[in-house]
């Protein structure tokens, strides 16, 4: 892709890498991935992990920042979001697009793989899932999110119809293992960990860096970028993890 040419009109060319543009919850892992697990070769920018608490807002959010990102040069994007709680109205802006996603419903079916997720899910259907990312948010995003702090008689009506916490470890970390347990005990579910590593969500980046390995006689690629996108209050929480606590609660 012709992105830059000096005033003297050399057929230099500045390549943009490709870019990941990714859910903030993922955030962590991406970087990992991308910067220090031997793919570098991409740039990396992710949208607020917040968004979850209004999934309806995540199509109009990525779709601003692919457009943004087109009018900045890059011409390779792949979108690390898996369906999230949006009906498939993501799919909807990246087929108009032309943008591939993470395949999977939510980051539980990508870390675990999709073939180990639905062995869980048919396992035992009452099974309230972790990840790393949950696990160090616990208190803001559940406990505090759905107002347990306040009114701990909630408790068994969002989680009356679970029977055990699974927690899909990225790290093999005991901090995070203990904090994990904790939260299992504070919901009063069984407890298992998964160590799932990054799971399925290293292919589809890994193929996305290798498309950005170009040469050629003048040609350049710019230091890889990482950001971190800023948007308004995502309001109350309503993310997909609250909606389906509340549905079980209700079953």
Do not use: W
């Not at 109009?60 to 011409?75: F, L, T």
């Not at 702090?149 to 927690?167: A, I, K, S, T, W």
């Not at 993310?239 to 509340?246: N, V």
């Amino acid at each position: 892709m012709r992105h830059a040419a000096d005033s003297a009109g050399d057929p230099a060319v500045l390549l943009r890498p490709p870019l990941v543009i990714g859910c903030g919850a993922l955030a962590r892992e991406l970087v990992d991935l991308t910067r220090r697990a031997g793919l570098p070769a991409v740039d990396l920018t992710c949208l607020p992990a917040s968004l979850h608490n209004r999934p309806e807002r995540i199509p109009g959010a990525v779709a601003a920042r692919i457009r943004r990102a087109r009018a900045d040069g890059y011409d390779r994007i792949f979108v690390a979001y898996a369906d999230c709680g949006t009906g498939g109205l993501l799919d909807r802006v990246l087929e108009a697009e032309g943008v591939a996603r993470l395949e999977g419903a939510h980051c539980y079916e990508v870390y675990a793989g999709r073939a180990a997720f639905a062995a869980l899910a048919d396992d035992e259907p009452g099974t309230f899932y972790l990840t790393d990312f949950l696990v160090r948010n616990f208190d803001r995003l559940v406990v505090r999110g759905l107002g347990l702090d306040r009114h701990p008689e909630l408790l068994p009506l969002y989680f009356g119809n679970y029977r055990r916490l699974v927690y899909l470890a990225q790290m093999d970390d005991a901090a995070l293992t203990a904090r994990a347990e904790a939260a299992a005990a504070t919901l009063g579910l069984a407890y298992e960990r998964r160590l799932t590593g990054l799971g399925e969500l290293t292919g589809p980046v890994a193929a996305l860096a290798s498309s950005g390995v170009r040469s050629g006689r003048g040609a350049s690629v710019e230091r890889p970028a990482f950001t971190v996108e800023k948007i308004g209050p995502a309001g109350p929480a309503r993310g997909p993890f609250q909606r389906t606590a509340a549905r079980a609660g209700a079953a």
